[in-house]
């Protein structure tokens, strides 16, 4: 072998390696020149840097004259043409001259099928539009324009699926399947998806929605909804539309594309840059953060504002638990209602803190105060409530959990007990009279829409945090979060009662001897060891009371204690 | 950030972009993927860029900043096969700063050698970089097949590159 051929041949193998396609033989080879070779890592550098000059725009311009005439022309208006003979022999007459290269036949790729494709004008290496200042200007220094794809690998999993529907497809798509960067169109009937790329970026695929793997930084959406998480370390996920194109900075977001071209983006978390429009004249981009959407036409490709939905996506489910999560928060008092958390519980429906068990508010009778029971009352009957309690120190520390935590602090009360812990709903009072609904600081609760926990003093109840993370596996407590006061419509007399929140057994918040139209913000953040979270309220003492006809002493008199919107803040599990 | 902060960070990224992404791609070798990583990295560079202190080497900023771009790409990548290795790397790294300070002259040579290419030679190269065709769209465009069009480019680059570094010999003959 010459030297030139020598030469050629190297240069053909580090080409093969900047357009992907060297086999790993050839790859082998390179590295192995380049180990031997010193003089050939420098011609490696020199490659690239010549690449470089050429691809990048204002650099290297190569010169472009027409044979015959010697004026300027655009080379594509020669490869457009029909005129391929005259290039051909253009072509033919610069071989002759050349050194004796061989030019196989084209063989087809072995195994594969190839797709017929027409030969497309996809871009003036990428590197010119990166690399533009125009482009810098928008802080955007990505294309829009999706880059070919010359190989195929797998860049992705899909980790879990749920009440799906694939439409027929060569993929076998089971949870586990990994699938291919090779752009081939995957329709989702019905149902949630989730992929794993290998960059670690998740995306939540709901139904119906087409959508396909472009790269492991890639996802084109043609219809339906995608929620993407991505951690640090894969910043730059993509998710591509029909016309547009957002480019994840740290963040999560959600992008919905109706089949019409519509496209909105709901952005979570972080921040994402947004770039719209079809052709590059007319592109426009914009940052777009956290609590920020935006919607882009499908037919002009106009940008506006929308409010940002944070409920519109599913952000992780669990096909275990047949469990969809949106983002919201964990609603104890839905929970106190028999429900999941998720808006499933009964309104007007309580704890006794006699038995532990579940009644409803409208088919109590008997509205007399009651003496609480002495011991800690499991609740059997809810994963996760613990039990309920009646917080009294007289008799020693109280009980506050299944496993046996105590609290000291609780002052002694009269250890009598009003109702139950209640999901909102009608109070009766005065007790010849209609049911009322609650209304807490100025507006109407204990309803769906503005949920709370009705808890007359005196009475305790322990959440199992643990029982709920079991229960929603993908997601993550992070705060405790709600207001507590004494209901606004309350009975023609005066409240004064106490409100506490403990977890495992610790103080961390504590209000004495609250009266109406006072109000306070609790938050409380949750660590991943945190178990048993314990809302409490003891009247205020003596002081203020009525009493039974036989002259028992009511020092409970109108504690209606409240705690408004109280939810479990929570994140999906990284 | 203000405005002017911009126009320091488009001025210098303008600037020193070449190099930067020259060292990518010679450290990743395939085109698309030191793309991304340029993106990656040039997001990065203007969200850290108030940490950047001038008057210091922009350049070299950018490149420790890409490093670690780098290594979690090839991290990701740790079982492809489609790798060089590390010995490889390190005597890159030496040789992309070898030739780092000649960059300017192997410019102006490339720009007199790409004016000594053959006609032919000239619209191949421009098929691929002026109009973003690879070499696949040129094979089929001149119904050739893909592997004749990977030598034709060989001997054109290799060509290209004996020239410039023939030129820079007798620019450094003459002075």
Not at chain 2, 42 to 47: G, L
């Amino acid at each position: 072998m010459d030297n030139s051929q020598e030469q050629y041949d190297f240069t053909e193998l580090v080409l093969l390696a900047l357009q992907g396609e060297a086999s790993p033989a050839q790859m082998q080879e390179l590295n192995r020149i380049l180990i031997a070779r010193p003089d050939k890592v420098r011609v490696y550098v020199e490659l690239m840097e010549l690449f470089t000059e050429m691809s990048l725009q204002g650099s290297v311009e190569i010169p472009s004259t027409d044979v015959d005439s010697g004026k300027v022309v655009d080379s594509s208006t020669i490869v457009n043409s029909s005129d391929f003979d005259t290039w051909m022999k253009i072509l033919a007459e610069e071989e002759k001259t050349a050194l004796a290269i061989e030019i196989p036949k084209e063989e087809p790729e072995e195994g594969s099928i190839q797709k017929v494709e027409i030969p497309q004008k996809t871009k003036k290496i990428s590197l010119s539009v990166i690399f533009s200042v125009a482009a810098l200007l928008f802080i955007v220094l990505f294309i829009y324009v999706v880059p070919p794809v010359s190989t195929s690998v797998e860049v992705a999993v899909l980790t879990d699926s749920i009440q799906e529907n694939w439409s027929d497809t060569n993929t076998s798509m089971q949870n586990g399947t990994r699938l291919l960067d090779d752009g081939t169109p995957l329709l989702l009937r019905k149902g949630f998806a989730e992929l794993q790329f290998d960059t670690n970026a998740r995306v939540v695929i709901e139904g119906p929605a087409e959508f396909q793997i472009l790269a492991e930084d890639r996802i084109g959406l043609r219809y339906g909804r995608i929620y993407a998480t991505v951690p640090q370390a894969a910043t730059g996920f993509s998710v591509y539309t029909q016309n547009a194109k957002i480019i994840d900075l740290g963040t999560e977001f959600g992008v919905q594309t109706d089949i019409d071209g519509d496209t909105n983006l709901h952005v979570i978390k972080g921040k994402t840059t947004l770039i719209a429009g079809e052709k590059s004249d007319n592109k426009v981009s914009m940052e777009v953060g956290r609590g920020f959407a935006k919607k882009i036409s499908g037919i002009s490709s106009v940008i506006s504002d929308i409010p940002c939905n944070t409920k519109l996506f599913a952000r992780t489910f669990d096909s275990k638990e047949n469990f969809v999560w949106r983002g919201e928060p964990i609603n104890l008092a839905d929970i106190v209602g028999g429900g999941n958390g998720f808006g499933t519980g009964v309104i007007g429906s309580a704890v006794d803190p006699l038995t532990g068990e579940s009644f409803l508010l409208e088919n109590v009778i008997d509205w007399t105060p009651h003496k609480g029971q002495e011991h800690y009352v499991p609740v059997t009957w809810h994963d996760f409530i613990d039990g309920v309690f009646v917080p009294d120190s007289e008799l020693g520390p109280v009980t506050i959990s299944s496993n046996g935590l105590q609290f000291e602090l609780f002052p002694n009360t009269s250890h009598m007990v009003w109702a139950g812990v209640t999901n909102g709903g009608r109070l009766p009072e005065p007790l010849d009279e209609p049911a009322k609904d609650l209304w807490f600081n100025g507006l109407q609760y204990g309803n769906s829409l503005r949920p709370g926990i009705f808890m007359h003093s005196n009475l305790g109840v322990t959440f199992d945090l643990e029982a709920i993370r079991r229960a929603y596996p993908n997601i993550t407590l992070t705060e405790f979060r709600t207001r507590c006061g004494i209901c606004d419509n309350v009975p023609q007399r005066l409240p004064n009662a106490d409100f506490w929140v403990l977890m495992d057994g610790q103080l961390r918040f504590n209000e004495n001897a609250v009266k109406n139209d006072q109000f306070y913000e609790i938050s409380i953040p949750i660590s991943p060891s945190d178990r048993f979270l314990s809302l409490v309220t003891t009247d205020g003492g003596l002081d203020v009371c009525w009493s039974l006809e036989d002259g028992t002493p009511i020092p409970i008199d109108s504690d209606w204690c409240f705690f408004a919107d109280p939810y479990l803040i929570v994140k999906a599990k990284e | 950030m203000p405005l002017s902060k911009k126009t320091d960070f488009l001025g210098l990224y303008s600037k020193e972009q070449k190099k930067i992404f020259l060292f990518i791609l010679s450290m990743v070798h395939r085109q698309t993927d030191a793309e991304d990583i340029m993106q990656q990295t040039a997001a990065e560079m203007w969200r850290m860029f108030d940490r950047f202190k001038e008057g210091t080497n922009f350049a070299a900023w950018g490149i420790t900043i890409a490093r670690y771009r780098i290594l979690d790409y090839r991290k990701k990548q740790v079982r492809n096969s489609l790798f060089l290795s590390e010995d490889v790397y390190r005597k890159v790294i030496q040789e992309f700063q070898a030739i780092l300070p000649s960059s300017d002259k192997r410019k102006n040579a490339l720009r007199g050698c790409l004016n000594k290419l053959k006609e032919s030679d000239r619209r191949m190269l421009s098929m691929h970089y002026e109009d973003g065709f690879n070499y696949k769209q040129i094979a089929e465009k001149l119904r050739a097949s893909k592997t004749g069009i990977y030598k034709i480019m060989a001997r054109i680059h290799t060509n290209l590159n004996r020239c410039i570094q023939k030129t820079l010999l007798i620019w450094e003959t003459n002075g």
